[in-house]
């Protein structure tokens, strides 16, 4: 069997995908309420993917003007 290639979505290509990975992020970030330790490497590759696809999509906008 082949490798299944996963195609890297960013996270702006809809309501859906940002609200997606704003859940992980706040997973990630733990709770107070049930003692949830937050996970600091998870927040710090979520946070890191936001940037990514962030300047990502301003270069985009820049391409097009």
Known sequence: MGKKTKIKQNIFDSPQSLKKWSLELSDACGSVIV???P???RIDSLVEKFVDD???NVE???DGD
């Open 54 to 56: 962030y300047n990502s």
């Open 60 to 62: 985009q906008a820049q």
């Open 39 to 41: 996970n600091v490497s």
């Open 35 to 37: 003692q949830k330790r």
